[in-house]
């Protein structure tokens, strides 16, 4: 099998790719975003499967021809993983929630405004404890908490001003922790619990620490449902119960990191990946 690792860097994921699929006897190779170009007619690409790692930075015309060519090769017959549409659906926060609720999955009562006075009226409908968050972004970077009535007026003005769009979430009162669940086709690949390092975000890029669990069958389901909604085939579920015992999704990565992850489950997570391309690709 001939793989492509579309990327904007050849950063720890892409290696760890690169080596999986050299182990199994395949051939791979990383291509840089930037360096992508398509023809019409379509020409047949020389890749069995490519592998969206990152998305660097670019125009919004550089971007959406991107994901033009994504739909292109996919629509020619070449595997693409996670597929466009996955992809545009996962990137997008609001997005991502209303096809969980659609699909009648458990959320997190969200409301998303343009203006700074419609997000102080979304504030005080979800209690005066929200947390706002970019609609694109990743990692926890831009969440904040607010509690304030002022911070949340100064907090959304800002937003305006920078032409931004005010995501809210009720804040959800968990137990110090939430679980990412590693979705691989149709099955959880692995499953670890995240703790948050004085903070009540949990992420280990913000400095959480995890441990590895076993998914009870509902909450297993609960991930598979939600990558299901997405269409994502990889993918980086987030789970958390709150006080009451309720589990909900909050969010879906399409585009999934595993540093943390294979190391605390002792798991060849990108071999892995290649594993189930192959089988796919069969």
């Not at 860097?9 to 395949?26: P, S």
């Not at 398509?38 to 047949?44: C, I, K, L, S, Y």
């Not at 009720?170 to 086709?185: C, K, S």
């Not at 692995?190 to 069958?217: I, Y």
Request: hydrophobic share 45%; aromatic share 6%; charged share 20%.
């Amino acid at each position: 099998m001939r793989l492509g690792i579309l990327c904007g860097g050849t950063g720890w994921h892409v290696q760890d790719l690169l080596r999986a699929a050299r182990e199994a006897g395949h051939r791979a190779e990383a291509i840089d975003f930037r360096r992508v170009q398509a023809e019409v007619p379509a020409t047949r690409s020389s890749f069995d499967a490519l592998i969206v790692r990152t998305m660097p930075a670019g125009s919004l015309e550089q971007i959406i021809f991107r994901m033009d060519s994504l739909h292109a090769v996919l629509a020619d017959g070449t595997g693409v993983w996670n597929p466009p549409l996955a992809l545009e659906t996962c990137v997008d926060k609001f997005l991502t929630t209303s096809r969980l609720s659609a699909a009648r999955l458990p959320v997190p009562r969200t409301i998303c405004t343009q203006t700074a006075h419609d997000a102080m009226t979304a504030f005080a409908d979800l209690g005066g404890d929200v947390v706002v968050k970019p609609i694109f972004g990743s990692e926890g970077r831009g969440m904040v908490r607010l509690t304030d009535p002022e911070v949340a007026w100064r907090t959304f003005h800002a937003i305006e001003q920078t032409g931004g769009v005010h995501y809210l979430q009720e804040f959800i009162q968990h137990p110090g922790w939430d679980v990412r669940a590693f979705v691989l086709g149709e099955r959880v690949l692995a499953s670890m619990k995240r703790f948050g390092h004085g903070d009540w975000r949990t992420n280990v890029a913000q400095g959480g620490t995890t441990e590895p669990c076993v998914l009870a069958p509902a909450q297993r389901e609960l991930a598979l449902a939600a990558a299901q909604a997405t269409g994502a085939t990889i993918a980086g579920v987030d789970l958390m119960c709150d006080e009451a015992g309720r589990w909900v999704v909050i969010e879906v990565n399409a585009v999934p990191g595993w540093k943390a992850l294979a190391a605390t489950c002792e798991i060849d997570v990108a071999a892995e990946v290649i594993r189930a391309i192959a089988e796919g690709h069969q």
